[in-house]
């Protein structure tokens, strides 16, 4: 079908015609669209009849759905980064440049630098499909990698490395074990950016406790994301008094429970400096 454009200063002539020209339905029944340019012939706007609007905007969603990764059944259950990753963006997801020189050797006996741009994508796609089928914890333990600091105290320098941790029943609260140099290992809670909340919990079920009741009582934190910087006076007391009673040592019945607080109260809004 030819374009039919008209310049800016004709835009009312090409709607008028788009809408009652002799010439504005083909043999199908469709209208022919009308193309508007500036004086460069730059394209500024499209007159579309309904119908092929509809089915353009449908073709770009059913595009952008094609590419949400969805849970394949043919899988074991399991940690999958492109689906669990805490803030899984491009910085946080596993890396497949890793995997480039190991399959270009294996595919095409070369180093990737070596390879033609149709065989670096293909040695790619190859990459990043390797990592969607890629299943941690196989045995349903729920340990998923958290890029976080390091909690190792013998640390000479913090440093932000991938580690294991174990998921909770409140989203963006994980658990991992920390070294404390004299009784071995003890729980801690840490938040899907990598910061630790707390630590010193003798076992799993009592950290795992503690941090169902963190999330009870400060419903509102975005856990995935939270920091040191997102916590109101409200909110740090409502953790300190949270502890205190789901203590590392099991729940002390002298503390009371604290009361759930109000979206107001929990967090410091975003750009807010406090």
């Not at 029943?169 to 658990?175: E, M, N, P, R, S």
């Not at 910087?229 to 949270?242: E, G, H, I, P, V």
């Amino acid at each position: 079908m030819p374009q039919i454009s008209f310049p800016l200063d004709q835009a009312h002539q090409a709607l008028d015609e788009f809408l009652t020209g002799e010439d504005a339905v083909d043999h199908l029944g469709n209208r022919y669209s009308r193309h508007i340019s500036d004086e460069k012939d730059n394209g500024l706007a499209v007159i579309l009849s309904d119908k092929e609007y509809r089915d353009l905007l449908n073709g770009w969603h059913a595009w952008q759905d094609s590419q949400e990764p969805n849970d394949s059944p043919d899988l074991p259950p399991g940690y999958r980064p492109y689906i669990h990753s805490p803030e899984a963006t491009e910085s946080r997801l596993l890396p497949h440049e890793p995997l480039h020189l190991p399959l270009a050797h294996a595919i095409y006996g070369k180093d990737f630098d070596e390879l033609e741009q149709r065989e670096q994508d293909r040695i790619i796609g190859v990459a990043i499909n390797c990592l969607l089928r890629t299943t941690f914890d196989p045995d349903t333990q729920g340990a998923v990698p958290i890029l976080m600091i390091s909690h190792n105290g013998d640390d000479p320098e913090p440093r932000t490395f991938w580690q294991l941790a174990y998921k909770t029943d409140v989203d963006g609260l994980f658990l991992r074990t920390t070294g404390n140099g004299f009784f071995g290992a003890e729980w801690a809670i840490v938040t899907g950016s990598g910061w630790k909340l707390f630590s010193g919990w003798w076992s799993r079920e009592d950290a795992a406790r503690a941090a169902a009741a963190i999330g009870r009582v400060l419903p509102y934190i975005d856990w995935m994301s939270a920091d040191a910087s997102n916590f109101t006076d409200k909110s740090k007391k409502a953790l300190a008094q949270t502890v205190r009673r789901y203590h590392v040592t099991g729940i002390r019945e002298d503390q009371p429970e604290p009361e759930p607080l109000t979206a107001d109260d929990a967090s410091i809004p975003q750009g807010d400096s406090r």
